[in-house]
């Protein structure tokens, strides 16, 4: 892949992010390659409204290898909502998301097992607010 196509990817990929992040109870993380991730995983990878989201960003020509093919599969075989964008259009229309409704849809009742928006964020640590330390944190998984 050349380097403009990558540049062209990574301003999509911004691009998709921001609209995605107007997006009232969705939630939506690009996967960066490395040591930790796996080959060929989707760039992007969230939740909508219960449901779980891969999508691999190509820049307009761009093609699928075969091992990206396999596993947005993988994840459709799983349930997920898979597919390819080359623009923020594309995964709107993937997860079902109008122009004109984006900006407010509710959370689940709360009776069903899920929490409103505004009890999750009653929950948040005011702003300014101290962050734990890594001892704190590790003390969470039960280390010392």
Same mark, same amino acid.
């Given at each position: 892949?050349?380097?403009?196509?990558?540049?062209?990817?990574?301003?999509?990929?911004?691009?998709? !992010?921001?609209?995605l992040s107007r997006v009232e109870g969705l939630?939506?993380? =690009?996967?960066?390659?490395?040591?930790?991730?796996?080959?060929?995983?989707? &760039?992007?990878?969230?939740?909508?409204?219960?449901?779980?989201?891969?999508?691999?960003? =190509?820049?307009?020509?761009?093609?699928?290898? =075969? !091992?990206?093919?396999?596993? !947005?599969?993988?994840?459709?075989?799983?349930?997920?909502?898979?597919?390819?964008?080359?623009?923020? =259009? &594309?995964?709107?229309?993937?997860?079902?998301?109008?122009?004109?409704?984006?900006?407010?849809?509710?959370?689940?009742?709360?009776?069903?097992?899920?929490?409103?928006?505004?009890?999750?964020?009653?929950? !948040?640590?005011?702003?300014?607010?101290?962050?734990?330390?890594? &001892?704190?944190?590790?003390? &969470?998984?039960?280390?010392?």
């Amino acid at each position: 892949m050349s380097g403009a196509s990558v540049a062209r990817e990574a301003s999509i990929v911004a691009a998709i !992010l921001r609209a995605l992040s107007r997006v009232e109870g969705l939630v939506v993380r =690009k996967r960066w390659g490395g040591a930790m991730g796996s080959a060929g995983d989707p &760039d992007l990878s969230g939740c909508y409204r219960g449901r779980h989201f891969e999508f691999e960003v =190509k820049a307009p020509g761009g093609r699928l290898t =075969k !091992l990206q093919v396999a596993r !947005l599969e993988e994840w459709r075989d799983a349930g997920a909502i898979v597919g390819v964008a080359r623009s923020p =259009k &594309d995964v709107l229309t993937a997860l079902g998301i109008t122009p004109q409704l984006r900006h407010s849809f509710p959370c689940e009742r709360i009776d069903s097992g899920w929490e409103t928006a505004e009890s999750l964020t009653a929950k !948040l640590p005011a702003k300014g607010a101290r962050k734990p330390n890594a &001892d704190e944190q590790a003390g &969470d998984w039960g280390d010392t």
